[in-house]
């Protein structure tokens, strides 16, 4: 069973850019959730994505943005990219209930330059 | 609202215990815990949930306090492979993937031989 996948691994961009980071999660899990880890702040979350549906937002700016597609996968935007952007950016895959298992992927390391 | 883990950071020898705890400003439904070893992703431990019952790993148990505004997660002879940040995510009383995954900071454990 193939694990969550996400692309690109590493990326850097500059400072006023635009960035968008992909996540296709395990075959047959509904839910996708994007978090931000950064040394300082730890596992920050910033959405989650039950059925093409953001069912749940945490507290970053506009700037942030998701979708999810009908076969799950996920992308997450991020617009006018400020240097305190980079991070890791970690994705995890879920079935979707209460108390389910998710699995993350391993991430996509942004640096803003 | 971002729970509390305590402690920060906790050194040990192989084969001793830890005890890792997890405070929310509410009662909690169930409380999920990962660990994540450097430079790899968050990969599921275990799930308390709200009756006490526990889903997971077989030699990691974690217990409520009275109230259930707090968790604790049980490590018992600790083996070099433990070593890793240790987060959980306590969902409240309204429970469900509605309220996403909010990780603590993370504990740090460090298991010498």
């Known amino acids: 069973k193939a694990g969550v996948t996400q692309t690109p691994r590493y990326l850097i961009k500059t400072r006023g850019q635009q960035v968008t980071l992909s996540c296709s999660p395990i075959?047959?899990?509904?839910?996708v959730s994007w978090y931000q880890q950064t040394p300082g702040q730890g596992l920050q979350f910033l959405f989650e994505y039950f059925s093409e549906t953001q069912r749940n937002k945490g507290n970053f700016p506009g700037r942030f943005s998701g979708r999810q597609f009908s076969n799950s996968r996920s992308e997450m935007n991020v617009s006018t990219l400020e240097l305190g952007d980079s991070a890791l950016y970690l994705c995890?895959?879920?079935?979707?209930?209460?108390?389910?298992?998710?699995?993350f992927g391993q991430g996509t390391r942004l640096t803003v330059v | 609202q971002q729970p509390v883990q305590s402690p920060q950071a906790v050194i040990l020898r192989e084969g001793e215990d830890a005890v890792i705890n997890c405070s929310s400003s509410?009662?909690?439904?169930?409380v999920h815990w990962y660990r994540q070893k450097h430079g790899e992703a968050p990969v599921f431990l275990m799930i308390l949930l709200k009756g006490g019952e526990q889903k997971g790993h077989e030699k990691i148990s974690a217990s409520f306090n009275e109230k259930k505004q707090q968790s604790s997660l049980y490590l018992t002879a600790s083996q070099l492979s433990y070593s890793g940040t240790y987060f959980c995510?306590?969902?409240?009383?309204?429970?469900?993937?509605?309220?996403?995954?909010?990780f603590g900071k993370g504990t740090h454990l460090i298991i010498q031989p």
């Open positions: 509410k009662a909690l439904y169930s």
């Open positions: 075959s047959g899990h509904r839910s």
């Open positions: 995510d306590p969902l409240g009383s309204s429970g469900g993937g509605a309220d996403g995954l909010t």
């Open positions: 995890a895959s879920s079935p979707g209930g209460a108390n389910t298992e998710a699995f």
